[in-house]
């Protein structure tokens, strides 16, 4: 794919997103070295805004090689959206297939075009109460593994200062004027993956690469330490719930919460 072929829809998209986006934020992109000038590739994300799709494909298409989104098939039917989705070559993902590898064939025929497949590998809004990413879903990994394309990890910081995640008013906070972070790193070296039966072990192991990479970037724009591990959802609601049945036993007891009869410690 050459590096200057946008395309007629990506373009009027543009034209209608970047003006807004020049006027209302302030922008600090890093690394765009490091995204290919030819050839396919993958782009793993994370996602902290319903805003930041907008903030990364900003800082992307100023690359000259612009990101195609997975996102979900019925969205492709109809109406304006999706024919811009359309128009601007997203790649349908169908969530009802059961072989993961036959839902992300287009993404993998996309990549073999030498498109950009951009990943958010978390799968939705982190959850992670310091907004750091999770743990992230096997997508990704399972895509450059069959390719063998490069994946460059990016990270991004201030659309969710903007409009946070999971605020009861799902509103824009524009003043004072925000500050867009965007930094791609270097590609993630996968070399030790290759050529292996795409196992659960591989893919997972593959996919905390990919993720610790993005970490690090984001550490990096944040100017503090990451955590040891990455959010889990599920570990973090099964001790909710175990947490609150200690609570529940406790206040039936007449203890305070955490603490059984006859143990002090």
């Known amino acids: 794919m050459s590096r200057h072929r946008i395309g007629f829809w990506y373009r009027f ?11 209302l934020f302030k922008r600090d992109w890093r690394g765009m070295e490091h995204i290919p000038a030819d050839g396919g590739f993958i782009t793993a ?9 907008l903030s990364y494909a900003h800082f992307q298409y100023n690359t ?4 195609r989104f997975l996102a979900k098939a019925a969205l492709f039917k109809g109406g304006f959206v999706g024919t811009i989705l359309r128009g601007t070559g997203q790649i349908p993902v169908y969530r009802e297939s059961t072989d993961a590898a036959t839902a992300f064939r287009s993404a993998v025929d996309a990549i073999n075009r030498g498109e950009c497949v ?9 959850r992670d109460p310091e907004m750091w990413p999770m743990e992230g879903k096997t997508g990704a990994a399972r895509v450059a593994l069959l390719t063998k394309a490069p994946v460059i990890p990016v990270a991004q910081w201030g659309a969710n200062e903007a409009m946070p995640p ?22 993630v070296d996968l ?18 690469d990919i993720m610790s990479a993005i970490t690090a970037l984001l550490a990096e724009l944040r100017g503090e330490p990451a955590p040891a591990e990455p959010y889990n959802p599920r570990k973090a609601l099964a001790e909710a719930r175990r947490r609150a049945r200690e609570e529940k036993r406790a206040a039936e007891a007449g203890q305070p919460a955490g603490r059984e009869e006859g143990n002090d410690k």
Do not use: I, M
Not at 45 to 53: A, K, M, Q, R, T
Not at 192 to 208: F, H, I, M, S, W
């Open 166 to 187: 999971y605020a009861k008013e799902n509103k824009l906070r524009l003043f004072p004027r925000k500050t867009l972070r965007v930094v791609a790193g270097p590609p």
């Open 45 to 53: 994300v994370n996602h902290n805004s319903y805003l930041d799709p």
């Open 64 to 67: 000259g090689r612009v990101p």
């Open 118 to 126: 951009a990943f958010y590998p978390e799968g939705t809004l982190t």
């Open 13 to 23: 998209t543009a034209v209608l997103a970047k003006p807004p986006l020049v006027v």
């Open 191 to 208: 070399s030790a993956y290759y050529g292996k039966e795409p196992t659960a072990e591989v893919l997972r192991g593959a996919t905390e």
